[in-house]
């Protein structure tokens, strides 16, 4: 169902089971894919591809007329989020299946998120910003431009992040650092137990006297586990 006072643009694919709520503008070239419920007041610019079962909620506003802006299956988006608004900004939004983006987020042109993040109240990805898998971003923190969060990262409430973060890694601070691992995070979503103790030794090993890439490289080569080496590359090549 689409209201009567929403505009949609000729050129626009929308499903026949899509909900479009009143007052929405959806511009050139936009597709929302089945099972999509788009509330009141959202203003979808042009090039934006929502895939199926995507909800977004009132007020946000998606794109800038310039770049591609990609939405992945059963995402949620709450209300008044900026996704790709950035003025004169041609790089590609990219957010994957599964992610729940919360009210008042701002992401830059350039951000991708991979799938089953949350991002949460009033937090600002500039610029180039990458979040792996299974990130989770705590309210009111900051993520400067360019800056990588590796897969599993907890960022604490009101952090500001300068620099790329380790997988698996526990996060806070004003400037924010690595403050242990993600424990909680690892037992939810690692079926082999094996595999948390193997990250836990690695992480004392590299951090005992600050951050050793020597340590990483060789545990990297030396361990079974993918994620003790998804770990350990992360460090060498990002940290």
Known sequence: ????????????LIADDVSIGPFCHIGKNVVIESGSVIASHVVMNDNITCKANVKIFSYVNLGNHLAHISIGE?????????????????????VEHDNFIMAYVRLSNGVTLEPH???????TML???????????????????????????????????????PPFTLVEGNYAEVKG???????????????????????KAIYRYGIDKKEA?????ESQSLYVKEFC?????YA
């Not at 993040?117 to 937090?123: L, Y």
């Not at 400067?144 to 992040?161: D, L, P, Q, R």
């Not at 590359?233 to 090549?237: L, S």
């Open 233 to 237: 590359d992360f460090i060498v090549d």
């Open 181 to 203: 691992l993600n424990l909680v995070g690892m037992r939810r979503h690692f079926e082999n137990r094996n595999d948390i103790k193997a990250i836990k030794e690695a992480y």
């Open 127 to 165: 610029e180039g910003v990458t979040c792996k898998e299974k990130v989770i971003v705590g309210g009111l923190s900051t993520i400067e431009e360019n800056c990588t969060i590796g897969t599993g990262v907890m960022i604490g409430g009101a952090s500001y992040i300068t620099k790329n973060m």
């Open 74 to 94: 059963n995402t949620h988006i709450r209300e008044f989020s900026l996704l790709g608004t950035d003025s004169q900004n041609d790089k590609a939004v990219t």
């Open 1 to 12: 169902m689409i209201h009567s006072s929403s505009f949609i643009d000729p050129s626009a």
């Open 217 to 221: 490289r060789k545990r990297s080569q």
């Open 117 to 123: 993040c949350v991002v949460t109240n009033s937090v």
